[in-house]
């Protein structure tokens, strides 16, 4: 992805939490999506963050701070479902212009 | 259950040959998107279309590939001549302009060109 970084792989325990960072460009910013894409399936709406803070959506939340051009994701008391690619994207332009990064791939173990 | 239909779900074909990409969103949304994804470079957006206008086609080759939205409920992707570095998934999505949350992908078309 365009100046979108974001960890290739991760590995985490049933039940546990983790966080998966993000950092991007910053200039002719809008928001920042997340996006969980299983294998062999289509990439589904997580979180959009527009404003600086966390947000909290269930067992997922996500933060943002413009200034720092960082996001991360955590997710709570991972499940085996959980094992997935989150894909970090920035909104930028004058329309709906979205820029994936690569994606992160979680695998989760029992 | 509204969503974002794509056909077809797999093509094979051979280098040279032209690929037509299907697409149709959900019904009443006003924009459309086309991204191809690959492992190396992850989701990359092709095509941006706004009440079927073209607004944004700056990340397609242009010699090669070009995108139309015959209608409201159509939007195709076509390839030609196809070449083995055009292997991997596209996407179409859909949305509202004025609701950038909502944006629903379809199930993709993987091609492979040998």
């Known amino acids: 992805g365009q100046n979108i970084d974001q960890p290739t792989e991760m590995t985490a325990t049933e039940g546990a939490i983790v966080q998966i960072n993000c950092t991007y460009q910053t200039s002719g910013f809008n928001g920042l999506f997340w996006y969980q894409q299983h294998a062999g399936e289509a990439p589904t709406f997580l979180s959009y963050n527009v404003l600086d803070g966390l947000e909290e959506k269930g067992r997922f939340s996500s933060f943002l701070s413009r200034s720092k051009g960082y996001s991360y994701l955590l997710l709570k008391e991972l499940q085996m479902k959980d094992s997935a690619s989150y894909l970090c994207?920035?909104?930028?332009?004058?329309?709906?212009?979205?820029?994936f990064g690569t994606g992160t791939k979680l695998q989760v173990i029992p | 259950d509204a969503r974002v239909t794509q056909t077809p779900r797999h093509k094979v074909t051979e280098m040279g040959q032209e690929v037509t990409m299907r697409c149709q969103p959900i019904?009443?949304?006003?924009?459309v998107f086309w991204y191809r994804q690959t492992m190396m470079q992850g989701l990359e957006l092709l095509a941006y279309f706004r009440n079927r206008a073209p607004l944004d086609d700056s990340g397609m080759p242009k010699d090669r590939f070009s995108a139309e939205m015959p209608d409201a409920t159509l939007a195709t992707l076509k390839i030609q001549p196809s070449e083995p570095r055009d292997s991997a998934v596209y996407f179409c999505?859909?949305?509202?302009?004025?609701?950038?949350?909502?944006?629903?992908f379809g199930q993709g078309t993987r091609l492979t060109v040998v």
């Open positions: 019904l009443g949304h006003n924009t």
């Open positions: 999505a859909s949305g509202l302009v004025d609701r950038v949350t909502e944006a629903f």
């Open positions: 994207a920035r909104n930028s332009g004058g329309y709906q212009k979205v820029t």
